[in-house]
C-alpha cells in the first residue's frame, strides 16, 4: 500500500548531526539489568563506522516493538546498541494490565483504518514472541496459567440495542479475510457460549481473535530482541547490543550526549518530560479492570473453546474459573498507580458488573478478587478515528540537538494492535533519518499543534 500521504508536501525535516561516541553507560553508573551481547566485544576494525545508539524510552507495547524492529532494520554489518529504559521494567507499565483482546475492529465491528496492516504486523510480533517463548505454532491458546502466551482465541459480540444491532449487521459484510467476522443467530452463539443472551437473535464472531497474556507476550517479545542481538552478534562484522535499563530518566537532555536518537515511548507518562509538558496533544485517562473467580466448589466452568465476550463492558476470559471484566474511563486522571483502592474498586464493579450482566447472566456467581488499573494516553480524534502520534519531536522540543529524539504515543485502548505497525514504521524512519516514511496521518498533529 503507498502511503497515503505521498502527494502531500513532505514536513521539513533533518537528521541532527550525529553526537560523539560515549564509549561506556558505565561511567554514567547506569545499571544494566539484561544484556543480550557478550561483555567484551572484539575490537571494530580500522576505518569500520562507530557504533549507532538508540535509547528508548518504556517496555511496554510500544517500546519494545520499537526496540525489535530497530534490531531488525539497523544496517547490515553494523555495530548496533539498543538500550531500553523503564523503571517498572518490561511490562510494567499500562500495556502489562491492559486486557489482551486483540482484532482490528470497533466496537461497531467496522474495520478500522489502515486495520490490516496493524492485524498482520501484529500478528508477526505474536509470532516472533511465541518462537521465543518456545510455543510457536502450538495449539494451546486454551491453556489456563500465566505461562500461556495466549489465554484464548474467538470473541464474541452480541448487540443489546436495534440501533446497534442495525450496525454490526451491516459492517460484518466488509471483513478481513485474514480475520474473518460470521453473523450467528441466538442458537449457535449459545452453542459457543452456553448462558449467554442474545436478546436480539443476533451475534458477531470473530474466531480468530485473540485474548493475550499481555505481562507474558511482552516478556516473550523481549525475549526475542535478545535471541536477535545474540544471533546477530555471532558475526565477525556485526555486533548488536540489547540491555535493559531499570531506572527513571528525568528528562531528554540527560540522554542526548549518549546517543543517536532517543524513542519516547512511554505512554501518558510522555507529557510528565519538561520537553513535552504541555506540548503533545493527548488525554489521560486512567481504566480499572475487576477481576473474578468462580468459586472452587461451582460445577459448571467457562468453557475451554468458548470465546471472550466484547460487549458495553468485555469479558476476557483467562481460563475456566478466571475472568477480566473492563473497563472504566476516568479522564483528566492523574493517577498511575496500577494498584487499585476500595472505594475505587468498589465503583468500577458498581459500573461493569450490570454490563456484564446483560449479555452473561452468569457472572453473578463468580467471586470479585482484585482489580488492576493503569493510564491510557488518548490521542484526538480525526477523519481516520483515533491516531497513535508519531514522528521527531525535535522541532517540537525547539532546542537544538546532535540527538533526534523521535515519540511513538497515543496508542489509547488499542496498543497491542496498533504497537507492531507504529514500532516498524518508527524504526524505519530512525535508521535512515527519514521522517517522510511515517505516512502523514501520524505525524500531522505536529502541524495542528504549530
Not at 19 to 31: A, Q, T, Y
Not at 126 to 146: F, I
Not at 207 to 235: D, G, H, R, T
Not at 401 to 409: E, H, I, K, M, Y
Request: charged share 20%.
Amino acid at each position: 500500500m503507498s502511503p497515503s500521504h505521498s502527494h502531500d508536501p513532505p514536513l521539513p525535516f533533518s537528521v541532527p548531526p550525529r553526537s560523539r561516541f560515549v564509549p561506556s553507560l558505565g561511567s554514567c553508573s547506569r545499571r544494566a539489568v539484561t544484556s543480550a551481547a557478550a561483555s567484551s566485544p572484539p575490537p571494530s576494525p580500522a576505518g569500520c563506522r562507530r557504533p549507532l545508539r538508540y535509547a528508548v524510552l518504556g517496555a511496554g507495547f510500544a517500546g519494545l516493538s520499537v526496540a525489535w524492529h530497530l534490531l531488525k532494520y539497523s544496517p547490515k554489518d553494523s555495530r548496533v546498541s539498543v538500550d531500553v529504559y523503564d523503571e517498572n521494567g518490561v511490562g510494567g507499565g499500562a500495556s502489562g494490565v491492559s486486557g489482551g483482546l486483540l482484532h482490528p475492529y470497533s466496537p461497531k465491528a467496522k474495520l478500522l483504518w489502515r486495520g490490516a496492516e496493524f492485524w498482520k504486523e501484529s500478528m508477526d510480533l505474536l509470532r516472533s514472541a511465541e518462537q521465543a517463548n518456545g510455543t510457536a505454532g502450538s495449539e494451546d491458546g486454551a491453556r489456563q496459567d500465566d505461562e500461556a502466551l495466549i489465554w484464548r482465541r474467538g470473541i464474541l459480540r452480541p448487540p443489546t440495542t436495534e440501533k446497534a444491532a442495525d450496525i454490526l449487521l451491516e459492517n460484518a459484510q466488509s471483513c478481513l479475510q485474514s480475520c474473518s467476522l460470521q453473523v450467528l443467530d441466538m442458537d449457535a452463539a449459545q452453542c459457543l457460549i452456553p448462558g449467554l443472551r442474545v436478546p436480539l437473535n443476533l451475534a458477531v464472531y470473530m474466531p480468530v481473535a485473540l485474548n493475550v497474556n499481555p505481562k507474558k507476550y511482552l516478556q516473550a517479545l523481549f525475549c526475542a530482541c535478545q535471541n536477535m542481538a545474540e544471533k546477530a552478534s555471532v558475526s565477525p562484522t556485526e555486533q548488536k547490543e540489547f540491555k535493559l535499563y531499570k531506572e527513571h530518566i528525568d528528562n531528554l537532555q540527560q540522554l542526548s550526549g549518549d546517543y543517536d536518537s532517543v524513542i519516547v515511548c512511554l505512554g501518558a507518562k510522555a507529557t510528565l518530560l519538561p520537553e513535552l509538558t504541555n506540548k503533545l496533544p493527548l488525554r489521560n485517562c486512567r481504566g480499572v479492570i475487576a477481576e473474578f473467580q468462580l468459586p472452587l466448589e461451582t460445577m459448571e466452568k467457562y468453557g475451554s473453546q468458548s470465546p471472550s465476550i466484547l460487549s458495553d463492558a468485555w469479558l476476557a476470559f483467562q481460563g475456566p474459573c478466571t475472568v477480566s471484566i473492563g473497563s472504566t474511563w476516568q479522564w483528566k486522571s492523574d493517577n498511575y498507580a496500577s494498584s487499585v483502592s476500595d472505594e475505587e474498586a468498589l465503583t468500577a464493579t458498581q459500573e461493569l458488573l450490570p454490563k456484564a450482566s446483560a449479555v452473561y447472566p452468569g457472572i453473578s456467581k463468580w467471586d470479585y478478587v482484585g482489580a488492576r488499573a493503569g493510564i491510557r494516553a488518548m490521542p484526538p480524534l480525526t477523519a481516520n478515528g483515533s491516531l497513535p502520534l508519531l514522528g521527531c519531536l525535535n522541532d517540537v522540543i525547539g532546542e537544538r540537538s546532535n540527538c533526534a529524539f523521535w515519540l511513538v504515543g497515543g496508542l489509547g485502548a488499542r496498543g497491542l494492535l496498533y504497537h507492531g505497525l507504529v514500532g516498524k514504521l518508527t524504526a524505519k524512519a530512525v535508521v535512515s533519518g527519514d521522517e517522510t516514511i511515517i505516512p502523514f496521518e501520524f505525524t500531522c498533529w505536529k502541524v495542528s499543534k504549530a
